[in-house]
């Protein structure tokens, strides 16, 4: 950790949130490491030229500090078509 601390704050993000990445995925409770990610990500969201590498980094990070936000899935099926047609008329 000391020496991803030390590369952080040269700049060497990428190298960083790889390092790091394998230290949250070895033990997701090091909160300094889900720190560490989270700040290497965010400086590669900010930096980052296209949206979708943009979005993919700054949600990242936001995970690692916040977790991931559950959504509630919705019912689009009404009860009547399921109860009305097998799997046999649906596929």
Do not use: H
């Amino acid at each position: 950790m000391q020496k991803a601390k030390a590369d952080y704050q040269q700049g060497n993000y990428r190298w960083v949130a790889q390092v790091t990445s394998k230290i949250v995925f070895a033990d997701p409770k090091n909160q300094d490491a889900r720190n560490l990610e989270a700040d290497a990500l965010e400086q590669l969201g900010y930096q980052a030229e296209a949206g979708t590498w943009r979005n993919f980094y700054l949600t990242g990070a936001q995970e690692l500090r916040n977790g991931v936000q559950k959504l509630p899935t919705p019912n689009t099926a009404k009860s009547g078509y399921r109860a009305g047609n097998d799997a046999g008329n649906v596929l």
